[in-house]
């Protein structure tokens, strides 16, 4: 990975030629360069600067030339609590393989570990992150990328914390393998486009693992979305694509493996949702395919409101959900299709492995706590499973058209 | 008073029915937490199991105990002995000959696979549907003279804890939808035993998250110390009151 | 020694016992007979304190039965149909019976479990015995404790003669000693020899109570049986 920056760094060098006869400065106390920021202050476009290991204790450093910053032994960028570690002002910037820890905190300013301002082509990578306000916060950037950081932080309350990875007004972002941890939320987009979130982890953050607004024609491919206080949400976007993600142990009572609300034209598929409170929960979405999903364990695979329209779901597995599907209301412009579900009974008299009768997935129960809330007191008593039971022999409560017609006899291999 | 006491107990214990129910609570707790490779989650099923399974054996078994003593009581009767130690001996036999089934048929399992907090609420819970039962099912047997009768009572009664009355909670819900219903029922779910069984349990389980904002009202109660005793004093007020009336009639009751 | 002083009872509109009064002394061998539904075994169990009688009172030695149960100590009863733990044999009731009555107090009378042979079926469950035999059992566990009074319903209905000379022998025994004796019975002709005083009842009416040389002057009758036969006639022209 290393050798890759290094890389990177020689391709600028080719790239830009007017900055040939670069210089490299190095910094440590072995060095006359004691200072980060007074290197960066000497320096020109192009030049790199090495840092050895060691503590620096620099109230804020602002890169604002188009320089390469490299730690050498993972060096120590402190804050004590006070400062914005690590401005970045400038195009190009490389800034790589540093400890930064103990940001200030303070609501109004909003200081990070490392903040991207108004700079393209920006690179951060292979860092470590440990109790911050914010951890990398990009604002109108574009083409840029995060790539393999490690953001700790330890927010008790979602107000007194930032968020790990933050970006706003962003565009063709590339957020890669990075891992996050007891921030508000793990990543948050807010009017970011184009941009692509790939393997990362963001784990146990006491708001969302992922939160987006606004942010168009994204694609979040294999990431995990682990134990997070409330899931992820997603909103007011259209163009998502989620592919290969894992949602789960978002348990709760306002916990989603993913919110979406006003999504539209949107991908989801082949993510697998284990053990959430709501595997999906749909509020206002428009032309959303749900393909080859798994759900595991959660107490609502799906809830569908009905201010959806033109969802599909189809080829999905349902394993082990207290509720298959909820839905409010009796409208239902939803397809359901050739899903694989644990609850269903039917018979396949033609072998096609296909179910002879139409699976329903939303128990009566399900309908009746919709309706009337508090009548959740009922909850796992005999009644409502004997009720259940009926209304799956005489159906009258549930929506007449919410049924899957082709329901599959055997767990779909995905 | 003890050794009718250890008579009846012994009596019981030498029935095949009650080995046969410890059996099959036995069987039942080991393939449900076997079957669940969850252990929370099969505590979830074994709770549907006991809510249903222990009320109904308690109270058939209780019911058909009595009648066929009757000859027994009366010697017991004719004895010197207190009406009051009879019938309380009474009680105290099948009231831990049952609760031991229990105990050894689900105690035992939820001990080996999930010896949790919640398990244990669990098997207290059992305990005490147990002896609740063995209780209403004294009250029916002795109000009604015939047999016939008094086993007829007895299913009826299980099937209002069990069904019927869930299913009044309901109509009343949507009945009175307009109005802000969570804190009265928390005192209708103290009207049933089965129900404040149900809802102890599974409030101190994960499933409670799916409850929503009923489930939170609840949990603000139940969940702290003084909901939990309040949940014990009225489980035991379940024990107290029909005992209490059935000893009343038991008391001036022609043999 | 057992006072009733106006008893009555109802079950629902039948009258068992209407305003009885009545007193058995000691040294007495009782028989109580009546037709069915009487009101025999009714008075049996007011005894007994197994019905709850509607008003008036009994004593037991002058001292009312109703709050009281330690009298019961000074009976031992022979219910009609015995019925026992049907899990227990019948070394375990005799020995519950002990537990249950304090026995270690008391001399025991085990006579009879000898002469029904029953040492050597005290290992038979109660629920494989016969009719008869948990006679015996009942008839054994009245005579146990010694008790001051004996009350044996039908006592030897279902017995075979053998175990019936048996029993009558016990009784007699038992009456030699001065023990009041208080006995229903339909068969009366078994029981002749042993009887000194007669209670006839109808319809929950003491209808006479006489010894039974009073009886058999009365009518000029030497058997019991027929003597009351005759009496029933009698009071049957008058009403």
Known sequence: MRSAIFFCAFLHLLIFPQISGAKTWKVGSQFPNKSIQSAIDMSKDGDTILVASGTYHEKNITINKSVVVLGKGMPVLDGDGKYEIVSIKAWHVVFSGFKLQHTGYASLTDPAAIKIYNSNYVTVSDNVLDDTFFGIYAQYSKKSIIKNNKLTSFGKEEQQIGNGIHCWKSDSMQIIGNTITGHRDGIYFEFVTNSVIWR??????????????????????????????????????????????????????????????????????????????????????????????TFHNNGWALKIFASCMDVTVSSNNFFGNTFDVGTNGTLVLNTFNGNYWDKYEGYDLNRDKIGDVPYRPISMYSVIIEKNPPAMILFRSIMVSLLDKTEKLIPSLTPENLKDETPSMKPLEL | ???????????????????????????????????????????????????????????????????????????????????????????????????????????????????????????????FLSVIFVGIAMLASVINRDKAKGIGAAILIWLYFALIFDGLVLFLLFQLSDYPLEKPMMIISGLNPIDLSRITVLLRLDESALM?????????????????????????IWILIPFAISLRRFKHKDL | MIKLQNISKKFGKLKALDDVSIHFSKGECIALIGPNGCGKTTMIKSILGM????????????????????????????????RYPDNMNIGQVISMMKDIRHSDQLQLDEELIHNFELSKMLNKRLSTLSGGTRQKVSAVLAFLF??????????????????????????????????????TSHVLSELDDLITQVVFMQDGKLKFHNTIEELKQETGEQKLSKAIAKIMLKEATHE
Request: charged share 15%; glycine share 8%.
């Open chain 3, 146 to 183: 010694n008790p001051e009074v004996l009350i044996l319903d039908e006592p030897t209905a279902g017995l075979d003669p053998v175990s019936s000379e048996i029993l009558k022998e016990k009784i007699n025994k038992e009456k030699q000693k001065g023990k009041l004796i208080l006995i």
């Open chain 2, 212 to 236: 929503g904002y009923t489930g939170a009202v609840f949990k603000d109660f139940f969940g702290t110390n003084i909901g939990f005793i309040t949940t014990l004093i009225s489980l035991i």
């Open chain 3, 51 to 82: 019905a709850v009688p509607d008003s008036g009172q009994i004593l037991f030695n002058d001292k009312n039965i109703s709050p009281d149960w330690k009298y019961r100590s000074q009976i031992g009863y022979m219910p009609q149909i015995g």
């Open chain 2, 1 to 127: 008073m003890n050794k009718v006491i250890k008579y009846v107990i012994i009596d019981i214990l030498r029935s095949k029915i009650v080995l046969a129910y410890t059996l099959l609570l036995l069987i039942i707790s080991f393939s449900v937490f076997s079957l669940e490779g969850n252990s929370t989650k099969g505590l979830l099923s074994l709770l549907n199991l006991i809510l249903f399974i222990v009320p109904l054996v308690s109270i058939i078994f209780s019911t058909i105990y009595i009648y066929n003593s009757a000859e027994f009581i009366e010697l017991l009767v004719s004895q010197p002995l207190k009406r009051k130690n009879i019938w309380s001996s009474l009680f105290s036999g099948l009231s831990v000959s049952l609760s031991l089934a229990f105990l050894v048929g689900t105690g035992l399992p939820i001990m080996f696979y999930e010896p949790s907090a919640t398990g244990y609420v669990m098997v207290l819970v059992g305990c």
């Open chain 1, 200 to 293: 990362n982890h963001s784990v146990s953050n006491l708001r969302y693992g992922l939160h987006f607004m606004f942010s168009h024609d994204d694609a979040y491919v294999a990431n995990v979305f682990s134990g997070n206080g409330a899931g992820v949400a997603v909103m007011f976007s259209h163009g998502v694509k989620m592919f290969y993600n894992t949602f789960s142990e978002n348990w709760g009572d306002a916990a989603y493996g993913i919110l979406l609300k006003e999504i539209s034209d949107s991908y989801i598929e082949g993510n697998r949702f284990i053990k959430n409170t709501m595997g999906i929960f749909m509020e206002g979405a428009n032309r959303v395919t749900l393909k080859r999903n």
